[in-house]
């Protein structure tokens, strides 16, 4: 079995495709108000309209990998996204932050530290 990715349900595509697309450097396939998919390293993320949508989903949370969690930290608050939880490092032997898209739904980036 292969984990495809995810799908994220939005009365909203647009904004957060392109919340998306800015936060991860990235394209999107379409410029659709139903669906759309953000082009990514490894597992799909897929955004899909439904008017019935309240707000994000407080029990998930996605996380993607990058070269320097504090690089990042600087670039997203550049952007004017607030950030949850600043970068920390974790027991784990990962340096996180954590940050919501527009619909509320936990985003996290993390890096580790270079093996030498």
């Not at 990715?5 to 394209?27: D, M």
Request: include cysteine.
């Amino acid at each position: 079995m292969i984990f495809e990715g995810i799908c994220l349900i939005t009365n909203n595509v647009k904004r957060l495709s392109e919340f998306y697309q800015k936060v991860l450097q990235t394209t999107s396939d379409s410029d659709d108000n139903i669906h759309q998919e953000i082009n990514t390293h490894g597992a799909l993320l897929s955004i899909l309209y439904c008017d019935q949508v309240t707000g994000g989903n407080p029990y998930m949370s996605m996380a993607f990998t990058v070269d320097n969690v504090d690089d990042e930290f600087v670039r997203l608050t550049s952007l004017g996204i607030k950030i949850i939880d600043e970068p920390t490092m974790r027991p784990w032997g990962a340096k996180n932050m954590r940050f919501c898209d527009p619909d509320g739904n936990f985003v996290v980036f993390r890096s580790f530290p270079k093996k030498t």
